[in-house]
């Protein structure tokens, strides 16, 4: 994933004063454009004039700001007359970092620090960063700002896709589209269950039979038991999945919820396996992005995993807070639904992680047939994030474990079909039980703490890291 950032480099309003500047103020930007583009994940979009008047301010703001850039970085490497920085923020495209570079012979912490407290003064966020760029801390925000400020961007003007109701009565998984459009830009799409059903039997039969045979290729297992699980009801959760992927396409959305209980588990089949492959960087048709899939209507779950995409561009998973292994510290991890099997390898290679990945009948609490997808997640680091709200007011509970692999055996403490991540708990169970507001749960490879906590602070929700 590319993310974009303008870079606004400010001077003395002096002319000739800026004349004696420009040389440094122009190598400094160069030099953050070359190294922000070295990590392969921003491209620069360098303002073309060093901004030395009230008029420039506007003028290069403007311009940046129809860029299509995910946030934008202030170059103050000197001192700028401090109203020039605010001008341009009241003109361009936020998030915005002011960046300052470590020469005692120029006073550019000096004007870092007024242009900060300027744009704070007048009700503007910007965040602050002071060192050389060759400084891993230094990089680390920088590109920690890239990934929260893409996310916050990218967010606005997004569709939601909410397909059937709330699920079993959880009202922790149910939206308020007015409060997702004033607070994140994100309009929520209804759509009727019915119209998987109504689509999957307009399905042809080539790309099911292409998508059959490709599982059967590549999973590790089917365990066709003549009655739940047949050829039939696996080919018929095929024909959902590629229903759902019309209807993605058809309402153009970006990310979706969908009820499945009871409804569809009860009288049709599951759909694990569209949410599986959904979430995933692959499908039968090969490589893509990862769609953000969440199951049983829960859209601030939904929400969660696409912010987590955003900000990694990595897939994301979906599970319930199972089970506490006590004797072992560990926390249980599992979802009747799907879990991207790109944690069952972590590979880029599909073949590696599906030959770990497993189809079982779904299990007796619900009626319909078709499959559960079963896999123990490999072993890694994973940041945790969940959002959840008090009446209008947004919350989002962060943390981070290390996930341990086990036995397939371990899943018969729990639910054998189901697909499972074990963390070994860091932190006291009791502490995270009494700060977790939903019963569900997301999860990205990696640590995105920093990311997940500059995002919070973006849109004003509160972060409760752990």
């Given amino acids: 994933m590319i993310r974009r950032l303008g870079l606004l480099s400010f001077s003395d ?29 921003i491209e620069v979009i360098q303002a073309d004039r060093v901004i030395y008047t009230s008029a420039l301010a506007k003028e290069e703001a403007k311009k940046l700001a129809c860029s299509d850039i995910d946030g934008t970085l202030f170059n103050i490497s000197v001192f700028p007359f401090p109203n020039f ?7 361009g495209k936020g998030p915005f970092l002011c960046y300052s570079p470590p020469f005692g012979k120029l006073p550019g912490l000096v004007g870092l620090l007024a242009a900060a407290g300027s744009l704070k003064q007048v009700g503007l966020k910007c965040e602050r960063v002071y060192g050389d760029l060759s400084d891993e801390t230094v990089m680390r925000r920088l590109l920690a700002f890239s990934r929260s400020a893409t996310a916050f961007n990218r967010l606005k003007g997004s569709i939601f896709g909410l397909i059937g109701g709330r699920s079993i009565g959880m009202l922790t998984g149910a939206n308020d589209g007015a409060l997702w459009h004033n607070k994140f830009g994100v309009d929520t799409e209804h759509i009727d269950q019915l119209e998987i059903i109504r689509l999957a039997d307009q399905i042809s039969q080539e790309p099911v039979d292409k998508a059959f045979k490709w599982l059967k290729e590549n999973l590790g297992g089917i ?34 919820a969908v009820k499945c209980h009871y409804e569809l588990s009860e009288y049709y089949v599951t759909q694990c396996l569209g949410m599986t492959f959904f ?10 992005d ?13 929400l969660t995993m696409q912010i987590l995409k955003l900000i990694s561009g990595k897939p994301v998973l979906f599970f319930d807070v199972r089970h506490y292994d006590q004797k072992e510290g560990l926390l249980v991890f599992c979802n009747c639904g799907g879990m991207s099997s790109w944690y069952a390898e972590r590979s880029e290679d599909p073949k590696q992680n599906l030959k770990k990945v497993h189809l079982y009948p779904t299990i007796s609490k619900y009626a319909g047939g078709g499959a559960h997808v079963q896999f123990v997640c490999k072993e890694g680091e994973m940041t945790l994030a969940r959002l959840t709200r008090r009446l209008n007011e947004y919350e989002m509970l962060i ?3 290390n996930l ?29 039980i009494d700060k977790m507001n939903a019963n569900h749960l997301h999860a990205v490879e990696g640590d995105y703490v920093s990311e997940l906590e500059k995002f919070c602070g973006m849109l004003d929700i509160h972060p409760v890291i752990l």
């Fill in 13 to 41: 309003g002096r002319e000739r004063v800026h004349k004696d500047l420009e040389g440094r103020i122009l190598q400094v930007a160069s030099e953050i454009k070359k190294t922000l583009e070295k990590t392969g994940e």
């Fill in 85 to 91: 920085p605010v001008i341009a923020a009241e003109n």
């Fill in 223 to 256: 365990a066709f038991d003549g009655k739940k699980l047949t050829e039939e009801t696996l080919k018929y959760q095929i024909r959902c999945s590629l229903a759902l992927k019309k209807i993605v396409q058809d309402h153009k959305l970006d990310f979706i």
């Fill in 279 to 288: 979430n995933d960087p692959y499908d039968w048709d090969g490589p893509k």
């Fill in 290 to 302: 990862p769609f953000v899939f969440s199951c049983e209507a829960d859209a601030d779950g939904a």
């Fill in 399 to 401: 943390t981070k474990v």
């Fill in 404 to 432: 341990k692999r086990y036995p397939l055996e371990k899943l018969k403490e729990t639910v054998w079909e189901w697909p499972h991540a074990f963390a070994p708990l860091e932190i006291e169970f009791d502490k995270l």
